[in-house]
């Protein structure tokens, strides 16, 4: 009961602070105060209304908030979000681009769970949309996850992504962001082995830690300083009465929050007294660059205790995947068994987080591959977020992502019997 007291007891504070919030809004928004000529009033009105907001983001799901792209016929097309696949920790979801036919390229896009939902890769769907088929891993919160439902580490999200990859067929190529990207690679080494003719066209690898030890940062160090007990005792709680999956063990999304924000806490410090002064002024709106940002970066997620400290044990201390001995339901994976598949790295020179040379691991482990299947990418300037959202994907790693699906879509194994040309439907 200690995990699970715990676990209510920062939900009574985040609760209570968005209570003080809409109370201070509430009482410094009277008219009456409009007679005071003090700026103190406008002041706390814009300090709660922000505060207030922000509390309550943190356990909100984003929407996608994708409505319509334009077709190449230069009309607005309407964009509905299917569900292709639907499993109790993560569902296969499909961007289905209403009156447009399906398109040649069909992408996979492996969101990650990392804390944030996999809307954090919204910009990224968004940009792909108008020239691919897009489908994305849409990650569940384990807080909302029946503790009947069982357990899920990082063999249960490999299986996951094995299924997802055979679901969409030969034709896929599939795009890893970040956390994701040692699985990715794994699933797909799974499936040379297993079911070759299942395997995807091709594999981008974008900022993932295929070898943490290649470039240490300080995310790699903070599981290098602690041993698994001490992790598991700081970091795991049981989830608590008011959610579906109460009991469940999780690493708290709100934990891991403030563990975001400490890594840059005067940078998020100056951002929140910036936006007050302005939202003072009557200069904030609702979907100004600050909120925008924050509205996504405070909507944080649990994952399961299994998930979270698996990944730090067998990723991250024991280099599995690195060391290319990751074992999935007893079977180990050998990533030198994967030889059709065109496999892209791309890596930002500024990333603080997966450090370039860190993915670039991968295209080693490929011992199979032939080299004119292999490629990477390292992008001046790019912090992390930057690598796959921000401007330097939009402007130089996109359009290269594109030109390496294209320049190998005539290495494409024949499709399975019976294997869908055209994009699924939900089921």
């Not at 985040?14 to 409009?34: D, H, I, K, M, Q």
Request: glycine fraction near 8%; charged fraction near 25%.
């Amino acid at each position: 009961m200690k995990g699970m007291a715990t676990y209510d007891l920062m939900e009574a504070v985040r609760n209570t602070n968005e209570w003080l919030g809409a109370s201070a809004r509430a009482f410094a928004s009277y008219p009456v105060w409009g007679l005071v000529p003090h700026p103190m009033f406008k002041t706390m009105s814009a300090w709660g209304r922000i505060t207030e907001r922000s509390f309550a983001r943190m356990v909100i799901k984003p929407d996608w908030g994708i409505r319509t792209i334009v077709g190449s016929d230069d009309r607005d097309h309407l964009v509905e979000v299917d569900t292709v696949i639907s499993r109790p920790f993560g569902d296969l979801i499909h961007f289905r681009v209403v009156g447009r036919e399906p398109m040649p390229r069909r992408v996979l896009l492996v969101a990650p769970m990392s804390g944030h939902y996999s809307t954090l890769v919204r910009s990224t769907v968004t940009s792909l949309l108008p020239d691919c088929d897009v489908y994305v891993t849409d990650w569940v919160n384990a807080r909302d996850i029946p503790v009947s439902a069982g357990k899920f580490d990082i063999e249960d999200y490999t299986l996951y992504l094995v299924d997802f990859m055979r679901a969409l067929g030969p034709e896929t190529n599939v795009v890893a962001v970040c956390q994701p990207v040692p699985l990715t690679l794994a699933a797909t080494a799974y499936l040379a082995e297993e079911d070759p003719e299942a395997q995807p066209r091709t594999l981008t690898l974008i900022g993932g830690p295929v070898d943490p030890d290649a470039a240490p940062t300080e995310v790699t160090d903070f599981g290098r300083r602690l041993t698994m007990g001490q992790i598991e005792h700081l970091a795991i709680q049981r989830v608590g009465f008011k959610y579906a999956g109460a009991g469940r063990l999780v690493y708290p999304g709100l934990l891991q929050l403030a563990s975001f924000i400490s890594m840059n806490l005067d940078r998020h410090a100056q951002a929140f007294s910036d936006q007050i002064i302005r939202a003072a002024k009557g200069e904030a709106s609702e979907r100004d660059a600050h909120n925008r940002f924050y509205d996504e970066y405070l909507s944080v997620m649990d994952m399961t205790a299994e998930f979270y400290l698996s990944t730090v044990e067998r990723i991250f201390k024991n280099r599995e995947i690195a060391t290319n001995s990751f074992e999935v339901a007893g079977k180990r994976v050998d990533i030198g068994k994967i030889t059709d598949v065109a496999v892209k790295v791309v890596e930002g020179e500024e990333d603080d987080i997966s450090a370039p040379g860190q993915c670039l691991a991968a295209l080693k482990l490929c011992t199979g591959l032939p080299e004119a299947k292999k490629a990477q990418h390292l992008e001046p300037g790019a912090g992390h977020y930057g690598i796959f959202a921000g401007k330097s994907w939009r402007r130089n790693i996109r359009p290269l992502v594109l030109n390496f699906i294209d320049a190998n879509a005539g290495m494409a194994r024949p499709a399975r019997a019976g294997a869908s040309k055209t994009p699924l439907r939900a089921v």
